[in-house]
């Protein structure tokens, strides 16, 4: 089993920054890759970022490319979101998720294994 806490949410001006962390814990070892998704109300889950904890290779949702960037730190058990140039549509439920099978669609839900209880993201116009 693996465990995830995210932190870092909070209000926030639209052009400004925020960086939300996620703490894995538990059998992180068995972690190939993790995402960060945001839900916003009435819509959708959406992956917004991707990356492989072996090599760090990182996928992105058009809708952040250039904004946001994820990152993880050298025991591979905490990933961060950098996110600049904040918009009001950026405001959702961030959620970010552990893959430990590998080989699903890097942008769908049920590619992943294991969810965090998110942390809310506003930001104000």
């Known amino acids: 089993q693996v465990q995830l806490v995210e932190s870092g949410g909070e209000l926030v001006q639209a052009g400004g920054s925020l960086r939300l962390s996620c703490a894995a814990s538990g059998r992180t070892s068995s972690m190939r890759a993790m995402g960060w998704f945001r839900q916003a109300p009435g819509k959708e889950r959406e992956c917004v970022a991707r990356i492989f904890l072996s090599g760090g290779i990182t996928a992105y949702a058009e809708s952040v490319k250039g904004r946001f960037t994820i990152s993880r730190d050298s025991t591979k058990s905490t990933v961060y979101l950098q996110m600049n140039s904040l918009k009001p549509e950026d405001t959702a439920v961030y959620y970010c998720?552990?893959?430990?099978?590998?080989?699903?669609?890097?942008?769908?839900?049920?590619?992943?294994?294991?969810w965090g209880q998110g942390t809310q993201v506003t930001v104000s116009s």
């Open positions: 998720a552990a893959d430990v099978r590998v080989g699903g669609t890097w942008y769908q839900p049920q590619s992943y294994d294991y």
